[in-house]
């Protein structure tokens, strides 16, 4: 049974960093390429990062790149965005999200909201 589990620091002023780490229970969790998305209200839900299984290859968003930095631990199973110079405009719901060696909704975390606001 796959699980995913984010966790970190809701809230941050803008200009500020956080923090989003997601425990996975993946089979395979070193050969499975992640990802986090984002949904803020009445928006569709977006990728925000994505990294290859040995951290070979990074993707972001254009939103993301210059701010946000995706990286993996496989011994700990465990992947993480680092958001630096947050905007109001990253306030969303932050998923976490196996993109390979997985099928349907428990490839996605319950979410976080990271709100950012003065």
């Given at each position: 049974q796959v699980q995913l589990v984010e966790?970190?620091?809701?809230?941050?002023?803008?200009?500020?960093?956080?923090r989003l780490?997601?425990?996975a229970s993946v089979?395979?969790?070193?050969?499975?390429?992640?990802s986090w998305y984002r949904q803020a209200p009445?928006?569709?839900r977006g990728l925000v990062a994505l990294v290859s299984s040995r951290s070979a290859m990074t993707n972001y968003a254009d939103f993301a790149k210059g701010r946000f930095t995706i990286s993996r631990d496989n011994a700990k199973n465990t992947v993480s965005l680092q958001m630096n110079s947050l905007k109001?405009?990253?306030t969303a719901v932050?998923?976490?999200h196996a993109v390979?060696?997985?099928?349907?909704?428990?490839c996605w975390g319950q979410g976080t909201q990271v709100t950012?606001?003065?």
């Open positions: 966790s970190g620091v809701d809230w941050a002023q803008p200009g500020g960093s956080l780490s997601c425990a089979i395979s969790f070193s050969s499975t390429v992640m009445g928006l569709q109001p405009e990253d932050y998923y976490c390979t060696n997985c099928d349907g909704p428990d950012v606001s003065s």
